[in-house]
């Protein structure tokens, strides 16, 4: 069966707190990474997808590998690790207040990954998607979104980069100076509007939106939360406004649109509609809890087009 999509980066266990957690709040585990959020949520939209990564040999890999399973991602060329752990995730999430989040992933699996791990891709897929978070892992890790770009670009893919910037990992100045030179060999660029000036150095966002349509990127899709998202290229923009809900956990919203815009492009879609899909998709996540447990299928984003809110019995 030939792989619509590849996304390369890193898995982690998220552990979800119900309450407090320094008040001994019940705790839940469940899968998380950027990657995987964007790879289950086209795999629930229809589209063929693998992930490629490491894992540690131990139960926090077997959870994220049986989580990928049961959601349809390909994990045939995932790579287990004897001496490096899986990564875990601490979410905090207090009553009333925002999600605190703690990485435990310094030595990770994850943070191994390397070339070799992007060589071992299914070929011929229509598209590759890596994060800006990958590379700020290891100087292997970022060898492997290297080698995942030449990948792609061997099969005659497209590239989607979401330069996703992690202030916890490394500073801004570090990031640009990494981060550009990727987004430069992109096909579409997937930023927040505070992050497009880690991947061009202009002085104001349509300066910077220029400057990355002047070289090898065809599309910038900017990610504005509330307010919605703008797609841009060489024709012009067209913006999208965001559903209206109530906000109940924002991690994993990002990735969400992602895989809704992702799948509307490989649908073939228009702009406007590649858009709202997005957009449909990143609110579904934030009015649940989890990175991407809220990821709807192609029947129910029917269902949520159709607006009505009758019972289904």
């Known amino acids: 069966m030939i792989t619509d999509v590849v996304t390369l980066g890193e898995a982690m ?19 998380a ?12 939209l229809g589209h063929e997808t693998a992930w490629l990564g490491a894992l540690g040999q131990d139960p926090a890999g077997d959870l994220v590998l049986r989580t990928l399973r049961a959601e349809g991602v390909n994990t045939q060329a995932v790579r287990r690790d004897d001496s490096h752990p899986t990564g875990i995730m601490l979410v905090d999430m207090p009553t009333a207040l925002p999600p605190v989040v703690t990485y435990h992933r310094k030595g990770s699996a994850g943070s191994q990954i390397a070339a070799t791990d992007a ?5 011929g897929a229509r598209l590759w998607h890596v994060t800006g978070v990958t590379p700020a892992l290891s100087p292997s890790a970022h060898d492997a979104v290297l080698a995942a770009v030449a990948a792609a670009r061997s099969d ?6 979401d330069v996703n910037y992690r202030a916890k990992l490394w500073s801004r100045e570090i990031a640009a100076s990494v981060l550009g030179p990727i987004a430069q060999q992109a096909d579409i660029i997937i930023a927040s509007d505070d992050e497009l ?23 910038v899709v900017v990610k504005r939360g509330s307010r919605g998202a703008e797609h841009f290229d060489a024709a012009g923009s067209v913006a999208c406004a965001a559903h209206a809900v109530t906000e109940v956990n ?10 809704g815009y992702l799948s509307g492009l490989l649908d073939g879609l228009p702009v406007e509609d590649r858009l709202s899909r997005g957009a449909l998709c990143g609110a579904l996540a934030v009015s649940g809890i989890g990175d991407w447990e809220q990821a709807p299928t192609r029947s129910q984003l029917v269902t949520l087009a159709s607006r009505s809110g009758d019972a289904i019995r």
Not at 13 to 31: T, Y
Not at 119 to 123: D, H
Not at 250 to 259: H, L, R
């Open 13 to 31: 266990v998220a552990v979800r707190s119900h309450g407090q957690l320094s008040m001994s709040a019940q705790m839940s585990a469940s899968l």
């Open 250 to 259: 924002s991690i994993g919203a990002g990735d969400a649109f992602t895989a």
């Open 156 to 161: 005659g893919a497209l590239v989607s980069f």
């Open 33 to 44: 990474g950027a990657e995987t959020n964007v790879a289950i949520g086209l795999a629930r």
């Open 119 to 123: 060589s071992a891709a299914p070929r």
């Open 197 to 219: 000036d880690l991947v061009a150095s202009s002085s104001d966002e349509a300066e910077r939106i220029a400057e990355l349509l002047s070289g090898a990127p065809s599309e």
